[in-house]
């Protein structure tokens, strides 16, 4: 069973940072492909960003490119993301998620972070 726990949520200005971290519990940690989602209001949930297991490929909505960091921390199981230039339509509730293969659908989801961005 895999579980995640996401942190670093907040509340930030226009043009401000957030990391943004999500803690894993699963066996082969290494080997999961992690996934940052975000659903703003009224809209419907898509990628933001994924790192995939062993070789650590990642991908970047067009819309986060150049702002946005992935990164996995193998010796503490977890995955983070830098934000950066933030903007207000980055205001979502961001959750990680986890899966095994790489061509299936995301298994395992944590409980979400609210991130705001406003003046």
């Known amino acids: 069973q895999v579980q995640l726990v996401e942190s670093g949520g907040g509340l930030v200005q226009p043009g401000g940072s957030l990391k943004l971290s999500c803690a894993v519990s699963a066996r082969s940690f290494t080997l999961l492909n992690i996934g940052w989602f975000r659903r703003a209001p009224g809209k419907d949930r898509e990628i933001v960003a994924s790192?995939?297991?062993?070789?650590?490929?990642?991908y970047y909505t067009d819309s986060v490119k150049g702002r946005f960091t992935i990164s996995k921390d193998n010796a503490k199981n977890a995955v983070h993301l830098q934000m950066n230039s933030l903007k207000p339509e980055d205001t979502a509730v961001y959750y990680c998620a986890a899966k095994r293969r790489y061509n299936s659908d995301y298994d395992w989801w944590g409980q979400g972070t609210q991130v705001t961005v406003s003046s």
């Open positions: 790192i995939t297991g062993g070789e650590g490929l990642t």
